[in-house]
């Protein structure tokens, strides 16, 4: 019996010893605790990302702001912008102090060789650096990588903002509204036609290769049935955009800043700031005083210029102005803060600005808070017209050595029409700063 017992006893052990039962309960713990590793990893690396992109926005929001601010107010006025900025987004309660005005630089950067220089006078450009840093008791916390020893992680990003300007504003009819031409007119290479709602075009007009014609959405720009087949280079020049008008935005600024003679926006051949007032209801070349501002009072809310030559001068007034036939505008600023919708006119032949054949200087700039109605042969050479609201033209207006209409409302031009880019000679125009991510 005790023999039995024993043989018994050794093969439960043997048993035992072969039996496999159990075995993925301890492999399924190694697995279980792997995948919690694993997970612990997951989570973490996921809130860094989102920690880093959260700091990205912020200071690229603060650049964006620091940069549209310096357009008009001092470094340090830009500065306390930018940070405001961040901690609306950021608040230091919640994320401690991510950017001081020490972090932000502004400057200026070349784009062919992407050095940015430090220059606080500057307003080309704002280099950003936000930080989130053990040091600053302010790094982004682990959930479980603190249980192996690592606690948080810290984070640094950098943000470069840059001014540009649109070619378009530059040389080509830009307008908020309805952009409408009629046939038979040339764009020539670099001309640019751009409208925030749509572009209405009728037939026989030519778009040479490097012409822009863009609104929104280009699948409701207006044509007559033919119209693919009757307007060449069409096709070829069709993009989808658009802008904020912000030099419209900024007439008031700019007519007031011209009344004030600031040095921002007064041209070099004025290089006297004694305002010469005349009250003249028609203004000829002899009121006019060479290297002034002339301030115009009206008679009747109206005044027209005489001319025959209007140059190196710039005329302000609060009338609805008109220019007699013929008039040629030369290095002159015309700006008229009248609201109507024939706020500057002429009958016919008007001609702003040099044939030079895009030489520097000789350009002019027409302004008004209202809008332009011209008659037939608006001849425009390196010059520029900015509107509130409309401008319209008829047939046979000439803009083949550089012409800038920018328009609050719509521009309307007929027929006949040739319009071209210059590249040159369209320095005293006036501009708006747009603002981008360098790259």
């Given at each position: 019996?005790?023999?039995?017992?024993?043989?018994?006893a050794?093969?439960?052990i043997?048993?035992g010893?072969?039996?496999?039962?159990g075995g993925?309960t301890?492999?399924?713990?190694?697995?279980?605790?792997?995948?919690?590793i694993?997970?612990?990893?997951a989570i973490?690396m996921?809130?860094?990302m989102a920690?880093?992109?959260?700091?990205?926005v912020?200071?690229?929001?603060?650049?964006?702001?620091?940069?549209y601010?310096?357009d008009?107010k001092?470094?340090?006025?830009?500065?306390a912008?930018?940070?405001?900025a961040?901690?609306?987004?950021m608040p230091v309660s919640q994320?401690g102090?991510?950017?001081?005005?020490?972090?932000?630089?502004?400057?200026t950067?070349?784009?062919?060789?992407?050095?940015?220089?430090?220059n606080?006078?500057?307003r080309?450009?704002?280099?950003?650096?936000?930080?989130?840093?053990a040091?600053n008791?302010n790094?982004?916390?682990?959930?479980?990588?603190?249980?192996?020893?690592?606690?948080?992680?810290d984070l640094?990003?950098?943000?470069?903002f840059t001014?540009?300007?649109?070619?378009?504003?530059?040389?080509?009819?830009?307008?908020n509204?309805?952009?409408?031409?009629?046939s038979n007119?040339?764009?020539?290479?670099?001309?640019?036609?751009?409208?925030?709602?749509y572009?209405s075009l009728?037939?026989?007009?030519t778009?040479?290769?490097?012409t822009?014609?863009?609104?929104?959405?280009?699948?409701?720009?207006d044509?007559p049935?033919?119209?693919?087949?009757?307007?060449?280079?069409?096709s070829?020049a069709l993009?989808?955009?658009?802008?904020?008008?912000?030099?419209?935005?900024?007439?008031?600024?700019i007519i007031?800043?011209?009344?004030?003679?600031?040095p921002?926006?007064?041209?070099?051949?004025?290089?006297n700031?004694?305002?010469?007032?005349?009250?003249a209801?028609?203004?000829t070349?002899?009121l006019l005083?060479?290297?002034?501002?002339?301030?115009?009072?009206?008679?009747?809310?109206?005044?027209?210029?005489?001319?025959?030559?209007?140059?190196?001068?710039?005329?302000l007034t609060s009338c609805?102005?008109?220019?007699?036939?013929g008039?040629v505008?030369?290095?002159a600023?015309v700006?008229?803060?009248?609201?109507?919708?024939k706020?500057?006119?002429?009958?016919?032949?008007l001609?702003v600005?040099?044939?030079?054949?895009?030489a520097?200087?000789g350009?002019?700039?027409?302004?008004?808070m209202?809008?332009?109605?011209f008659?037939?042969d608006l001849?425009?050479?390196?010059s520029?017209?900015?509107?509130?609201?409309?401008?319209?033209?008829?047939?046979?207006?000439?803009?083949?050595?550089?012409a800038?209409?920018i328009?609050?409302?719509?521009?309307?031009?007929?027929?006949?029409?040739?319009?071209?880019?210059c590249g040159?000679?369209?320095?005293?125009n006036?501009e708006?700063e747009?603002?981008?991510?360098?790259g």
């Amino acid at each position: 019996m005790k023999i039995a017992a024993r043989r018994r006893a050794m093969n439960r052990i043997r048993h035992g010893a072969d039996s496999e039962d159990g075995g993925l309960t301890i492999f399924g713990l190694y697995i279980f605790v792997s995948m919690l590793i694993l997970g612990g990893v997951a989570i973490d690396m996921a809130n860094l990302m989102a920690a880093r992109t959260q700091l990205q926005v912020a200071t690229d929001i603060a650049a964006h702001t620091a940069l549209y601010n310096r357009d008009t107010k001092t470094a340090d006025d830009s500065r306390a912008a930018a940070l405001t900025a961040v901690t609306n987004v950021m608040p230091v309660s919640q994320y401690g102090t991510v950017l001081t005005a020490a972090d932000i630089t502004f400057g200026t950067y070349d784009r062919q060789t992407q050095v940015f220089t430090a220059n606080n006078t500057s307003r080309s450009a704002v280099l950003i650096n936000t930080n989130r840093l053990a040091a600053n008791s302010n790094a982004v916390t682990n959930f479980l990588l603190q249980f192996v020893g690592i606690r948080s992680w810290d984070l640094r990003v950098q943000s470069l903002f840059t001014t540009y300007r649109p070619a378009c504003f530059r040389e080509g009819f830009v307008a908020n509204g309805i952009v409408d031409i009629q046939s038979n007119n040339g764009f020539t290479n670099g001309f640019c036609i751009h409208s925030n709602t749509y572009v209405s075009l009728n037939s026989n007009n030519t778009f040479e290769p490097g012409t822009i014609v863009s609104m929104p959405d280009t699948t409701q720009i207006d044509l007559p049935n033919s119209g693919w087949k009757t307007n060449i280079g069409l096709s070829a020049a069709l993009r989808e955009g658009a802008y904020r008008l912000r030099i419209v935005n900024s007439l008031p600024l700019i007519i007031a800043g011209l009344q004030a003679r600031d040095p921002r926006y007064l041209p070099s051949y004025i290089t006297n700031t004694t305002i010469n007032t005349i009250s003249a209801r028609n203004v000829t070349s002899a009121l006019l005083v060479q290297g002034r501002v002339n301030v115009v009072t009206c008679n009747n809310g109206k005044t027209t210029i005489n001319g025959p030559l209007v140059t190196n001068v710039v005329i302000l007034t609060s009338c609805e102005v008109t220019f007699s036939n013929g008039v040629v505008i030369d290095n002159a600023i015309v700006a008229t803060t009248h609201t109507g919708s024939k706020s500057m006119q002429s009958p016919q032949g008007l001609q702003v600005g040099r044939n030079d054949r895009c030489a520097e200087g000789g350009g002019a700039q027409l302004l008004t808070m209202g809008s332009m109605n011209f008659a037939a042969d608006l001849k425009i050479f390196g010059s520029q017209l900015i509107a509130a609201h409309d401008v319209s033209f008829a047939a046979n207006a000439n803009g083949i050595e550089g012409a800038s209409i920018i328009a609050g409302g719509r521009i309307d031009g007929t027929s006949n029409m040739n319009m071209g880019f210059c590249g040159s000679g369209m320095n005293s125009n006036f501009e708006a700063e747009y603002f981008r991510l360098a790259g």
